[in-house]
């Protein structure tokens, strides 16, 4: 619910920023407004994750979110904000709802193992993911069918980025109340009094264990480079000429493919050879990246966009995986932190490395270089961390023996 309105809001900003400014670099400071909260404050969200009540962190956060769409919706229905391509007020919101992603994406993250049973953990990781991916998939779609929403009487002064910013304000109101309703039983909150020692505790393991290393630095620096996302107005608008409802469309069909592995990996998970296939699939997503950004044809750069989509979603399952089966439950939240910083870098920090990139070079070869520094990134990862690249079953005996084993000094081979 409150992703497919997430997902919608971010079409109607990103069309709304680009139809004022026309600018690339200014589409790209929007992904990095909703990271800059999350680099300062992710360690800290970790360590009060680890602390307090998780669930009402995640309320505390998606209630500011909500406040910031109310804020939108007025900016947009308002004749000063925007006059004269005024877009700072947009900017200072989106920080807002990166401050609440910063603290309510470890929370939320940290509370999955409480909900489900440890044998059924990477099973509820495929289906959440699945999910997720459904709401992924329709929320841009949305996005874009309501800003297109043809509007008569009162509500004509709503058409465009309005009504989609209303409809993301329901959604963060019915998931607040879904949230509120979840009874579960937490682990005992870890006593530790806040410090550096504590809240840099979960970055130091992560550094410590190379498998988690691994996993999570190959999305940072893969995604980052080659994400190709934030410049999709761009190429809605002047390479494809689809309109806003082809970019609604255009932003959906990752989520298609993702959506298409998903239900696959639910009938037949994953066994074997995880790492390894984590590595391909990652090889996959810069190769398909390259191909859209050369593209001319909307169904090329569609069926592209499905094949990121399809080999981001494997990654996603393992590296969730490892990430939850590879850390002691009481250093979840700070580990989860440290993994949404990565991630913040990876999808919001990368749509201003779009951005700038595509203002220096154009969005064609941002995005067909970004593919191929993708592609360079797997193969060194695949050199650097031996541990990633020979874990097997997604077991947490496997995982920390795989570990354990190749940080002792023997060979990788």
Known sequence: MVIVGAEAQSVAVAWQVYAITHSALDLGFTGLALFLPGLVFMLAAGHVADRYDRRKIILACYGLQAVCTAVLLWLSLSSWALEGGRIWPI???????????????????????????????????????????????????????????PLVGVLLKWRGAGIVYAFTLVMLLGFLVLVGMIRTSMAAAEKKAFSMRTVLAGLDYVWKTKLLLGSI???????????????LPIFATDILHAGPRGLGVLRAMPSVGALAVSLTMLVKPIKRRAGAVMLMCVGIFGAATV????????????????????????????????????????????????????????????????GLTAQWWGAVRAVVIGGLASMVVTASAAGLFPQLRKADSLTAESLMSAERELSVGEPAD
């Open 91 to 149: 900017y200072a919101v989106l920080v807002g709802i990166g401050l609440g992603r910063a603290f309510s994406g470890p929370a939320a993250s940290a509370m999955l193992p409480s909900l489900v049973p440890k044998d059924h953990f990477v099973n509820a990781v495929t289906w959440g993911a699945t999910i997720y991916q459904i709401a992924n998939m329709s929320g841009p779609a949305v996005g874009g069918l309501l800003f297109t929403l």
């Open 217 to 231: 630095s190959l999305d940072l620096f893969a995604v980052m480079l080659g994400g190709a996302v934030a410049l």
């Open 291 to 354: 191909v859209f950004g050369l593209s001319k044809s909307l169904w090329v750069s569609l069926v592209a966009l499905v094949l990121v989509g399809a080999s981001d979603m494997v990654s996603v399952v393992i590296r969730s995986s490892i990430l939850q089966l590879a850390t002691p439950p009481e250093m979840r939240g700070r580990v989860s932190a440290v993994n949404w910083l990565f991630i913040g870098a990876s999808n919001e920090f990368g749509e201003f490395e779009s």
